[in-house]
């Protein structure tokens, strides 16, 4: 795989090594410095183009406050390699006297995952238990050149084939008409939402962008690159470059492969098993084999998807405010779970609702959420939405979420913004041209290759299936005034659904922070609450000035 090499001076490289185990690759993990800067660095990293490293010469080791001098004068009494080989030849001992590969959920590395295209940070983004920081699209404008070329990646299967020079003018033509865009967007959007009295320029300034990113975005193909940050356990990342390995796209495999060596420089005992033959890849093996099983089974099936809306709950518990309502009382008696369900199927309506009204309680602010009893219930969606927004929906990985291959088939979305801005007509050619190229490319390298091809507006399938208490997270989380329309749109819907179909009026009546109401410019309020803080100002901003 070709990826973009980053120059740096040798007094650069002289500070870099210090802090990364890499400084020409892509794939790199950071040590040596404390936590807080390393979280820092990550939570920096999701609102700017540069790269990782460059971002920690540019901002941070030129503050004095961070102390990255004093760090590497302690670093130089003694070898970090010398530090790492101790720990390893402990963790070894542990391992093998106490048979407890558990050990390595207790050992985290932050990795930094650079120029992967947006259908790897999807697969980055698999495991539950880790943290995850990626680069926005609503904050970074992406028509900014990387080494020459707009930031696209380019499959091995297309580079090495004679679709390549097609491939290389569709990507340039959709980050062309993005480019167009940008201005036209931001302009419209300015003379639409003028600055008031009292807003200072750059909060303005910042929420105008936001919502002109936003509004293109669906412009850009899934083969744009990105930044992602992680934060895992040793286990955690054995188990996503066991998957990696038995992922169909070779840019996964080989993904997968450089953090492995660069994981192995500094956990390299927490990561063993992935390339053993008898452990990690016959593991490897047994998921690829069964996909491929799978893959084919439903092919045979031969039949054609039929019309579906946008959300459909398709599975709930028709019990499951009852069943909830015994577990309320299970933490707090001493009756087994089956007398508590019995008890409860006995009550009363009004006492159930009672029951339920108080595990919920007084919230508050949506970060007050009730507690696990509300996992008793359910509920399983089937999701037809822009892969723009299933981006954002996808980062909720506490819940069961899974989704099928990203195609152009299934229609793309069009903001209405831009028939305002009389940009209409470039969308649907721009997308139309994408399609029928995502479909040269499906009849000569297969649908997994294809899916690079296919823009962000266009749909993509998936299913999410969560309990009660996640479903309050993710629904009142996304209908947040700041929220994206698409996705805010979707969990309006799934509330409506818990209440309408599953008929959980008791539950839902408990996300009381779901906001259903519009907002023109979605950035704005945050933007005014970052300013609130900076002056020290404890008072809320009125809206009208």
């Given at each position: 795989?070709?990826?973009?090499?980053?120059?740096?001076?040798?007094?650069?490289?002289?500070?870099?090594?210090?802090?990364?185990?890499?400084?020409?690759?892509?794939?790199?993990?950071?040590?040596?410095?404390?936590?807080?800067?390393?979280?820092?660095?990550?939570?920096?990293?999701?609102?700017?183009?540069?790269?990782?490293?460059?971002?920690?010469?540019?901002?941070?080791?030129?503050?004095?406050?961070?102390?990255?001098?004093?760090?590497?004068?302690?670093?130089?009494?003694?070898?970090?390699?010398?530090?790492?080989?101790?720990?390893?030849?402990?963790?070894?001992?542990?391992?093998?006297?106490?048979?407890?590969?558990?050990?390595?959920?207790?050992?985290?590395?932050?990795?930094?995952?650079?120029?992967?295209?947006?259908?790897?940070?999807?697969?980055?983004?698999w495991g539950r238990l880790a943290a995850y920081l990626e680069q926005s699209t609503r904050y970074i404008s992406y028509d900014q050149r990387l080494g020459g070329r707009y930031?696209?990646?380019?499959?091995?299967?297309?580079?090495?084939?004679?679709?390549?020079?097609?491939?290389?003018?569709?990507?340039?033509?959709?980050?062309?008409?993005?480019?167009?865009?940008?201005?036209?967007?931001?302009?419209?959007?300015t003379k639409r939402h003028p600055r008031k009295e009292g807003d200072p320029a750059w909060v303005h300034r910042a929420a105008i962008r936001a919502k002109a990113f936003d509004s293109i975005r669906g412009l850009l193909p899934a083969s744009t690159i990105s930044n992602v940050g992680i934060y895992a356990t040793g286990q955690a990342y054995e188990m996503a470059m066991i998957r990696m390995q038995s992922h169909p796209l070779r840019e996964i495999q080989d993904y997968g492969s450089m953090m492995l060596a660069e994981l192995r420089k500094v956990i390299p005992s927490f990561l063993t098993r992935?390339?053993?033959?008898?452990?990690?890849?016959?593991?490897?093996?047994?998921?690829?084999?069964?996909?491929?099983?799978?893959?084919?089974m439903a092919h045979r099936l031969g039949i054609r998807p039929a019309p579906a809306p946008e959300v459909a709950l398709t599975d709930w518990d028709p019990d499951a405010e009852r069943k909830l309502a015994a577990a309320a009382l299970y933490g707090v008696s001493e009756l087994p779970d089956a007398q508590l369900r019995e008890a409860v199927d006995q009550m009363p309506s009004e006492q159930v609702t009672e029951l339920i009204a108080s595990l919920v309680g007084e919230r508050g602010n949506r970060r007050h959420k009730p507690g696990r009893a509300m996992e008793r219930s359910y509920y399983r969606f089937d999701v037809l939405c822009d892969f723009g927004a299933f981006r954002d929906l996808q980062r909720h990985r506490m819940m069961t979420i899974e989704w099928q291959p990203l195609t152009t088939r299934l229609g793309h979305e069009r903001p209405e913004e831009l028939s305002d801005a009389g940009l209409d007509g470039l969308w649907d050619r721009t997308l139309q041209e994408a399609a029928q190229f995502y479909e040269q490319v499906r009849a000569s390298m297969g649908r997994q290759v294809a899916q690079y091809t296919a823009p962000f507006a266009y749909r993509i399938r998936f299913m999410m299936e969560m309990n009660a208490r996640q479903a309050l997270h993710l629904i009142e989380l996304r209908t947040q005034p700041a929220g994206h329309p698409n996705y805010r749109r979707v969990c309006v819907e799934m509330h409506r659904q818990i209440a309408e179909v599953a008929g959980h009026t008791r539950i839902a009546d408990a996300f009381k922070y779901l906001n259903t109401e519009g907002v023109d410019l979605e950035r704005l309020e945050d933007g005014r609450r970052v300013e609130r803080s900076l002056l020290g100002q404890t008072r809320p901003l009125p809206l009208e000035f």
């Open positions: 795989m070709a990826y973009y090499q980053e120059s740096f001076t040798e007094q650069e490289r002289a500070v870099l090594s210090r802090f990364f185990t890499n400084l020409d690759g892509p794939v790199f993990a950071l040590i040596n410095l404390p936590e807080v800067v390393k979280g820092a660095l990550f939570a920096r990293y999701s609102r700017t183009h540069k790269s990782l490293r460059r971002l920690f010469l540019d901002e941070f080791v030129t503050d004095p406050s961070v102390g990255i001098e004093a760090i590497a004068t302690e670093m130089d009494r003694e070898d970090p390699l010398i530090k790492l080989k101790r720990a390893e030849d402990l963790y070894r001992r542990v391992f093998y006297e106490y048979g407890d590969d558990s050990v390595a959920q207790l050992g985290g590395v932050h990795l930094a995952c650079e120029q992967a295209s947006n259908l790897l940070t999807k697969v980055l983004e930031r696209y990646f380019v499959p091995a299967d297309i580079e090495e084939s004679s679709l390549r020079e097609d491939y290389l003018a569709m990507m340039e033509r959709l980050f062309d008409t993005y480019r167009e865009m940008r201005p036209v967007m931001i302009d419209y959007f992935v390339d053993l033959p008898d452990r990690g890849v016959l593991w490897s093996n047994y998921l690829a084999d069964t996909n491929a099983r799978l893959e084919e």
